[in-house]
């Protein structure tokens, strides 16, 4: 599947919320610091649960992406995606999943989400998409 230059940048930006919230929560708890690597088992499984689900509610259509009617489609997405990126998280460290873990990450990732794509929204209705 190829992906057209307004996906491309859908996904970039989605992305790129995705590591701003993960390290947003490692600075809370005073860890980014001394994190390393340890970022990675918190935004690898919060970026697959999030690539896994969005497709499938066309989050990355950029025609709805372009249409203030479907601002809620990215966010729910990440509501939804929250439970699948914590288990997957669980599963890999080997961990119990603790419910205000999905309930935070997966509340502030979806606003930072829908932050994010009301501007993409505003952006290609303000400078038009001939992009694709």
Same mark, same amino acid.
């Given at each position: 599947?190829?992906?057209?230059?307004?996906?491309?940048?859908?996904?970039?930006?989605?992305?790129?919320?995705?590591?701003?919230?993960?390290?947003?929560?490692?600075?809370?708890?005073?860890?980014?610091?001394?994190?390393?690597?340890?970022?990675?088992?918190?935004?690898?499984?919060?970026?697959?649960?999030?690539?896994?689900?969005?497709?499938? @509610?066309? &989050?990355?259509?950029? *025609?709805?992406? $372009?249409? =203030?009617?479907?601002?809620?489609?990215? #966010?729910?997405?990440?509501? @939804?995606? &929250?439970?699948?990126? *914590?288990?997957? $998280?669980? =599963?890999?460290?080997?961990?119990?999943? #603790?419910?205000?873990?999905?309930?935070?990450?997966?509340?502030?990732?979806?606003?930072?989400?829908?932050?994010?794509?009301?501007?993409?929204?505003?952006?290609?209705?303000?400078?038009?998409?001939?992009?694709?």
């Amino acid at each position: 599947m190829k992906l057209t230059k307004s996906q491309t940048i859908l996904i970039a930006g989605d992305v790129l919320v995705l590591i701003v919230i993960t390290l947003v929560g490692f600075q809370f708890h005073k860890t980014l610091g001394s994190a390393g690597t340890r970022i990675l088992t918190t935004l690898l499984p919060w970026l697959a649960g999030w690539l896994l689900l969005f497709p499938h @509610l066309r &989050a990355f259509d950029t *025609a709805r992406a $372009r249409d =203030a009617r479907q601002l809620w489609r990215p #966010f729910w997405a990440m509501v @939804l995606a &929250a439970p699948m990126a *914590a288990f997957l $998280r669980g =599963a890999w460290l080997g961990t119990s999943i #603790f419910p205000q873990f999905i309930v935070i990450m997966g509340g502030y990732s979806a606003l930072a989400i829908l932050v994010w794509r009301i501007l993409y929204w505003f952006g290609a209705s303000r400078w038009g998409s001939s992009s694709g």
